[in-house]
T-cell receptor, first 114, second 112 residues
Framework: GAVVSQHPSRVICKSGTSVKIECRSLDFQATTMFWYRQFPKQSLMLMAT?????????EQGVEKDKFLINHASLTLSTLTVTSAHPEDSSFYIC??????????FGEGSWLTVV | QQQVKQSPQSLIVQKGGISIINCAYENTAFDYFPWYQQFPGKGPALLIAIRPDVSEKKEGRFTISFNKSAKQFSLHIMDSQPGDSATYFC???????????FGKGTTLSVSS
C-alpha cells in the first residue's frame, strides 16, 4: 500500500526554539495532506489541511502563526512549530490523501519541548 | 454537524470471540468511511474502508457493516486475537476528500 514517511520520529528541542517535521508521500502524489495532534489515550485532533501550492486551512483554535504548514510539492508537507513551549509537547501525525479519498498516515513524530 | 460518535470507549474480548465497535455520523456529505488501527506510539494504519453504496465489506477477519439510512457503521473482528489489542478509530471523509473526521477511539483488549 501507499507509504507516508514522517521525519523525525522523535525530537527534543529547547523552549523558545523552532522545530520542523516533514511528511513525505513515498510512492504517490498527494494533493492534500492533513496534520493532526494526539494526546495520550485520546483521539486525533485535526490541526490543519494543506493543499499543494496554496495556503493551509487551519482548524478553529489552532494558531497558524505558531504552527506553520508548507506544502511545497506534491510529495512533501512540513509542519514547523515556532517558539515551542512545553505545552506543545505532543505526538504529531500527518496523513496524505490519494485518489478515491483513501487516506494514509505517517508513523508520527514525538515532540518534547524542554 | 461534523461529528462521528464511536462506542464503546473500551472493549475486552476473549480470544476467539467477536469484537464489535459502532460508529454513527450526522453529516450526509461524508461518503467514505475508513477504520484505522493504532498501536501505542505509532501512527494509525488503514484497516478497512467502505463507501455508502455497499452495505457490507469483508477483508479476512475484519468486516464493516454499513447502514446508510441510520447513518451508522460498525467494525466486526471475528476470531479476535491478542495481537488485535489496539485502539481502533472509525472515521468519515467528505466527498471532496478535504475533511477526515475521527471518532474518539475504542481501546480493544483481547485476553488470552
Amino acid at each position: 500500500g501507499a507509504v507516508v514517511s514522517q521525519h523525525p520520529s522523535r525530537v527534543i528541542c529547547k523552549s523558545g526554539t523552532s522545530v520542523k517535521i516533514e511528511c513525505r508521500s513515498l510512492d504517490f502524489q498527494a494533493t492534500t495532506m492533513f496534520w493532526y495532534r494526539q494526546f495520550p489515550k485520546q483521539s486525533l485532533m485535526l490541526m490543519a489541511t494543506s493543499n499543494e501550492g496554496s495556503k493551509a486551512t487551519y482548524e478553529q483554535g489552532v494558531e497558524k502563526d505558531k504552527f506553520l504548514i508548507n506544502h511545497a510539492s506534491l510529495t512533501l508537507s512540513t509542519l514547523t512549530v515556532t517558539s515551542a513551549h512545553p505545552e506543545d509537547s505532543s505526538f504529531y501525525i500527518c496523513s496524505a490523501r490519494v485518489a478515491g479519498n483513501t487516506i494514509y498516515f505517517g508513523e508520527g513524530s514525538w515532540l518534547t519541548v524542554v | 454537524q461534523q461529528q462521528v460518535k464511536q462506542s464503546p470507549q473500551s472493549l475486552i474480548v476473549q480470544k476467539g470471540g467477536i469484537s464489535i465497535i459502532n460508529c454513527a455520523y450526522e453529516n450526509t456529505a461524508f461518503d467514505y468511511f475508513p477504520w484505522y488501527q493504532q498501536f501505542p506510539g505509532k501512527g494509525p494504519a488503514l484497516l478497512i474502508a467502505i463507501r455508502p453504496d455497499v452495505s457490507e465489506k469483508k477483508e479476512g477477519r475484519f468486516t464493516i457493516s454499513f447502514n446508510k439510512s441510520a447513518k451508522q457503521f460498525s467494525l466486526h473482528i471475528m476470531d479476535s486475537q491478542p495481537g488485535d489489542s489496539a485502539t481502533y478509530f472509525c472515521a468519515a471523509v467528505n466527498q471532496a476528500g478535504t475533511a477526515l473526521i475521527f471518532g474518539k477511539g475504542t481501546t480493544l483488549s483481547v485476553s488470552s
